[in-house]
Structures are given as C-alpha cells and as structure tokens.
C-alpha cells in the first residue's frame, strides 16, 4: 500500500501528544509519516514531538512561525506531505492499532477519495465515555451538508482519487474540505467498525455546541454559498443530528 501522511496540528498538548503519537506507532500499518505542525505552543510540546523523532524518524516535527489556527497548521502538514493517502488525527486524540490497516484496505476496496470509521469518546483520564458512535456506509454532498457523521480523527482522504486537497481557514476547516471534495461529485464511504478515540476535553476548539452551530451556518452562507432558504433547511437537520449525537454519547 502507498503511505500514509497523517495530518497532526498541535497547541499546549505535553501532557496527551507522546500518547498519541505512540498510537500511531503500534500501528498495525507502519508505511507511514506523522506531520505535526506545533502551532506556537509555550509549553513543551515541540520538544516533546522533536525528541521522539529524533527516535523514530517518521515523526516529523513542523514549526509554525506564528500562531494561527489548526486549520493553517493542517495546511502546513499537508504542505509537507509525500503520500498519496492523507489520515487526519488531532494531537490530543488517539487510533486502536488496526485503525490504518483497516482503513486502508476499506478505501482500496472502494475506491473511496474520502473514508470514515466509527469511534468512541474517552475522557482526559482515557476512561471510555458513552457507546459507539457509529457511521452511514456511504455520504454525498448533499447528505453531508445535513450531517456530523465525519469525525477528524476517522478521516482518511486518497488523493489520487480525490484531487487537490487545500484546508480553509474557517471555523470547522475539517467539514469546509469533506464538502470540498464531495461537491465535485465523489461519495464518502463509512466503515462502521470502532477504531478510533476521541477525547473529550473542556478546553478543544470544538467543545462548545453553540460556537460549533455558528461554524456551521457561516460554512453554508460564506463558503458553500448557500441560499438562505437550501441554508436554513440544512442546518435544520444538521442540528437535529449534532442533537442526537450528543445525546447518544
């Protein structure tokens, strides 16, 4: 299989990155590089992520010369990147150790441009929270624009199918660049198996429900450019299934 180029920001994460980076070290997979692009953290983060791949040099640390987001921190890994596959996962998070493996082989069958697995939710401490959140097998655009189902952590993008893949520097830049590739006809392709965690941390860019519906509707009127009315019935249902989605965790 080609490699993988995981897509990593980092801000004031000491105390979680070395875990998550030994997730993706006892992959099953191991034809991979992780691009973490440290976003001006003042703690020791960078040394952290500089000292393990001075160990294991598929750890690649990249500097931001000034803070400015995870959107401009993914761009920068992406930037960097030299595989064909893109796997995304927030420094704070964490993958099971078939989760590359799996995906992959997912994908391949597919021929999906985007890939997506189930995952749990586990707490600061790593005690898992909640049930399995799973995943529709299959999204289009027009689904995708009414739904949460895409977790950063469980996306995988082939760019070969994909095309050109370029980050926006918006509030949930994740969802602007799923929309982005599914608008140009591609479907997205679920896996419905638990390899991934997600950590639920009071201080995450994405933990406030309110600031995540404002995302949301700026995306549909901003970026997609949706018309007021196609934008209203969106978010609609976008809300009902951010609703039932956090109830179910």
């Known amino acids: 299989m080609p490699l993988v180029s995981i897509i990593t920001p980092s801000w004031n994460v000491e105390?979680?990155?070395?875990?998550?980076?030994?997730?993706?070290?006892?992959?099953?997979?191991?034809?991979?590089?992780?691009?973490?692009?440290?976003?001006?953290?003042?703690?020791?983060?960078?040394?952290?992520?500089?000292?393990?791949?001075?160990?294991?040099?598929?750890?690649?640390?990249?500097?931001?010369?000034?803070?400015?987001g995870p959107a401009l921190a993914r761009q920068a890994s992406i930037d960097a990147a030299q595989g064909r596959y893109l796997a995304f996962l927030d420094s704070d998070d964490l993958w099971l150790p078939g989760k590359l493996e799996r995906q992959l082989a997912f994908a391949h069958e597919k021929r999906a441009a985007l890939s997506y697995t189930a995952f749990r939710r586990i707490d600061e401490g790593n005690t898992v929270v909640g049930r399995l959140i799973p995943v529709p097998a299959s999204l289009t655009y027009e689904q995708l624009l009414k739904n949460t189902a895409i977790a950063t952590l469980t996306a995988m993008v082939d760019r070969e199918i994909a095309g050109p893949i370029a980050m926006k520097n918006e509030g949930y830049d994740d969802f602007c660049l799923w929309l982005s590739i599914l608008e140009r006809g591609h479907i997205a392709f679920g896996l419905n198996e638990d390899l991934a965690r997600y950590r639920v941390r009071g201080s995450s860019v994405s933990s406030r429900p309110m600031r995540s519906a404002k995302w949301v509707w700026q995306i549909y009127r901003n970026v997609e450019q949706l018309s007021?009315?196609?934008?209203?019935?969106?978010?609609?249902?976008?809300?009902?299934?951010?609703?039932?989605?956090?109830?179910?965790f």
């Open 228 to 248: 007021l009315i196609r934008s209203a019935w969106c978010f609609a249902h976008w809300g009902a299934q951010a609703w039932l989605k956090r109830r179910e």
């Open 15 to 68: 105390g979680l990155i070395e875990e998550t980076i030994r997730s993706v070290q006892d992959q099953t997979f191991a034809d991979w590089e992780l691009l973490i692009a440290d976003d001006c953290s003042t703690d020791k983060t960078p040394e952290i992520i500089a000292a393990i791949g001075e160990r294991d040099p598929r750890v690649k640390l990249i500097r931001q010369a000034k803070n400015g």
